[in-house]
């Protein structure tokens, strides 16, 4: 007669009522997600609480993750996410790009700026498109480049709705290193910040990121990893008067991007 376990085992196994997947996978790809939401290294307990679901469960899962090199057990027997998944995530991220690129060709078109994807991975931003500007002064950011959210105009955009304190959780892991005299290096001015994002509906980079360029983003909404894209130039073109113009475009793109990167999604 077969053991309690293996009987739970079996049952993880089976098709699930609500999507027809299976039981086990959904777990195991939702711990992973919340590793990621935690910062990448979790305890056991902190799993428990935050999936419900119960420790041998949880214990289950992680060993199979390990086993399969998705996720590390430290030496302090803390879980962290592991090395294959950079793999998955970096071909992911370029996939995603190439999706995206003719939707930034379009703003380049209509705006005259260099145009940007980027992504939130874990505590950074990573940009993974960009169409260049045709004009002979214009942006680059090389493509796979990280940086910390709170210089960015996208980093902005895909915190504008994170709760304050995941925020002031993440900003403490990262600190607020100075990259020009107009950085914004306080929690509490980058909350305020971040309210004034979410009143615009719109996020500014003003020389935060580097003297003499501005940027202007908008998050990709309902979009299956968070999203951002943007346009960025010399702080002469982009002035607050053609921001109000380059705004309702940005947004126009990222609406019509959401669909497409849904339509890209199993449901």
């Known amino acids: 007669m077969p053991t309690s376990s293996a009987s739970t085992t079996d049952a993880s196994a089976k098709p699930t009522a609500a999507s027809g997947g ?9 711990l992973l997600e919340r590793m990621a939401d935690a910062g990448g290294e979790v305890g056991l307990s902190e799993l428990s609480a935050a999936s419900g ?3 041998p469960t949880i214990h289950r899962l992680m060993r199979t993750l390990v086993a399969c090199g998705y996720v590390r057990q430290q030496p302090n027997r803390r879980y962290s996410l592991g090395p294959r998944l950079i793999r998955l995530g970096e071909s992911a991220s370029r996939l995603l790009g190439t999706w995206a690129r003719p939707y930034l060709a379009r703003l380049v078109e209509e705006t005259g700026e260099t145009a940007n994807m980027a992504l939130l991975d874990g505590d950074e931003i990573v ?3 960009q169409v260049p500007s ?8 090389e493509v ?6 709170h210089s960015t105009g996208v980093g902005k955009a895909l ?7 995941e925020v002031r959780a993440l900003l403490a892991r990262t600190g607020m290193p100075a990259a020009t005299e107009k950085t914004i290096t306080t929690p509490e001015g980058f909350l305020e910040a971040l309210e004034q994002v979410r009143k615009a509906g719109y996020a500014v980079d003003d020389n935060e990121q580097e003297i003499g360029v ?19 130039g010399p702080a002469g073109r982009v002035t607050q008067e053609v921001a109000e113009s380059f705004v309702p475009i940005l947004q126009g793109v990222a609406a ?11 449901a």
């Open 22 to 30: 299976v039981q086990s996978l959904e777990r195991a790809f939702d």
């Open 53 to 55: 679901l119960p420790l």
């Open 127 to 129: 940009y993974v498109a």
């Open 134 to 141: 045709k004009h002979s002064m214009r942006m680059f950011t």
């Open 144 to 149: 796979g480049r990280r940086v910390l959210p």
């Open 159 to 165: 915190l504008a709705h994170t709760p304050a304190e």
């Open 214 to 232: 501005r940027c202007l983003a908008v998050s990709v909404p309902n979009s299956p990893t968070a999203a951002a894209i943007s346009i960025s």
């Open 256 to 266: 019509e991007l959401s669909v497409a990167l849904q339509s890209q999604t199993p």
